[in-house]
């Protein structure tokens, strides 16, 4: 009760201040993971690991987040999300600073597993939270701007991570990115608050009681379109893990950058241009949600389809100018795709099933996005072109095919969930609330 109360007493603007608090979390959240893909080279030079051997390091802390995504999510419908993801940003930052203690290939993978592990518990209990600050009006916009620290954290916590290591050796960014989590956990401790569960859709305290594993299971699966959303999921992040995890060894080894000037040009372009095409493309997609049934899905299409044409370009690039151009298109794309993914599926889910079928989700496309570093790796290694680099080139400008798919999907599902709202009586979910 005192922590209702507490949320009563705050100003109309604390629910933006939540979104502030919660974009520092997820930044350090990517500057951790994105830290390992910069330092890759260095890696490889000081242990004499294969581009198989590189790709098993950064998939192996997208396999055990997909693992544990969904029990996130089940977490986060039944205990304070408030709770989990102080718990979650002191558990990462641990093994973030373990990993600098690293000696070998098992001491990399399962500090990473373990970094994973911490971090899956974050994005299911911080949408809830934020789901339930916002309600349809703003909800895309204030999911936008926390997924811009998405951005942010890649772009920085990649330049950061590579200048470290190219002057301090790998070790050095993960003595400092540990620390600062546990700083930012405190903080977190004494200005974020818990909000009631289905607040902004105005739901009444009896709506409150939680749903057995059971109820929200039925929940998702009687929506199509959220297996659809899903896939497409699975599809994009497959390609946006390879872009994750292999861009600056591709620029050091295609274009002849150094290790930190690759760590900054690997993520700076495609990322920034993310970050500004986010936000814009949340209000857009706020502004179509109540003009038509399934327009963040609709936004979140366009970016996929434009942005398949943007990967191949990025492949097969043959200058600095041409790489940068097509990196930039891409983020463009990618940011308005990104712009929905957990507005959308909110739009399919009541609000005492929003963790879980954020936790699902996470699964689904972290399972993909551990495949991507795996594709490029192997192509890497085996293909059948003159060179290493020729054979990273071509399986990255083939990955456009991934992207295409996610576009196909993404249609089905926005036109699965126009008609089962228009014969859903009452409709199954409340988007305009």
Excluded at 65 to 91: E, M, N, Q, T
Excluded at 221 to 247: E, K, Q, S
Excluded at 267 to 286: E, K, M, N, P, R
Excluded at 323 to 341: H, N, P, R, T
Aim: with cysteine; hydrophobic share 50%.
């Amino acid at each position: 009760m005192k922590g209702k109360e507490k949320q009563s007493r705050a100003g109309p603007y604390y629910k933006w201040w939540v979104v502030l608090l919660l974009w520092f979390v997820c930044f350090l959240n990517y500057a951790d993971r994105q830290a390992i893909s910069s330092v890759l080279p260095l890696l490889g030079a000081d242990f004499g690991f294969s581009a198989v051997q590189l790709a098993l390091i950064a998939s192996a802390f997208a396999w055990v987040y997909a693992g544990a995504a969904p029990v996130a999510g089940l977490a986060a419908d039944r205990f304070p999300r408030k709770g989990l993801i102080i718990a979650a940003c002191s558990f990462w930052s641990l093994f973030t600073f373990a990993t600098a203690q690293c000696g070998g290939l098992w001491m990399l993978v399962g500090t990473r597993a373990l970094t994973g592990l911490g971090e899956a518990f974050y994005f299911p209990a911080a949408m809830a939270l934020v789901s339930d600050y916002h309600g349809g009006r703003t909800r895309s916009r204030a999911i936008a701007l926390h997924q811009s620290g998405v951005y942010a954290g890649t772009i920085l916590g990649s330049w950061l991570a590579a200048e470290l290591a190219q002057r301090h050796g790998w070790r050095s960014p993960f003595y400092l990115f540990g620390p600062v989590g546990f700083l930012l956990a405190a903080v977190l401790l004494f200005s974020l608050r818990e909000p009631r569960r289905g607040a902004a859709e105005n739901s009444s305290p009896a709506e409150e009681r939680t749903l057995s594993l059971r109820e929200s299971w039925r929940a998702i699966a009687r929506m199509p379109a959220v297996w659809l959303l899903m896939g497409a999921f699975f599809l994009a992040n497959f390609v946006a893990v390879i872009f994750l995890t292999w861009t600056p060894t591709f620029l050091v080894e295609k274009f002849h950058y150094t290790v930190g000037s690759a760590g900054l040009n690997g993520t700076i372009f495609i990322h920034l241009a993310s970050a500004l095409s986010v936000v814009l493309a949340g209000c857009l997609a706020d502004w179509l949600s109540h003009r038509f049934v399934g327009g963040r899905m609709q936004v979140q299409f366009a970016g996929l389809l434009a942005g398949s044409v943007c990967v191949f370009w990025v492949g097969t690039a043959d200058t600095k100018l041409t790489l940068m151009l097509a990196m930039i298109c891409f983020g463009l794309c990618k940011g308005v795709y990104d712009s929905g993914i957990f507005a959308s599926l909110y739009d399919c889910i009541e609000p005492r099933a929003r963790g879980a079928a954020a936790g699902l989700m996470n699964m689904v496309g972290w399972g993909g996005g551990a495949l991507g570093p795996l594709f490029v790796g192997y192509a890497t290694t085996y293909g059948h072109q003159s060179s290493k680099t020729e054979n990273m080139s071509q399986s990255i400008a083939w990955s456009a095919v991934f992207y295409l798919a996610a576009a196909a999907l993404m249609a089905a599902a926005w036109t699965v969930y126009a008609r089962q709202i228009k014969g859903a009586s009452p409709p199954p979910c409340h988007p305009a609330s």
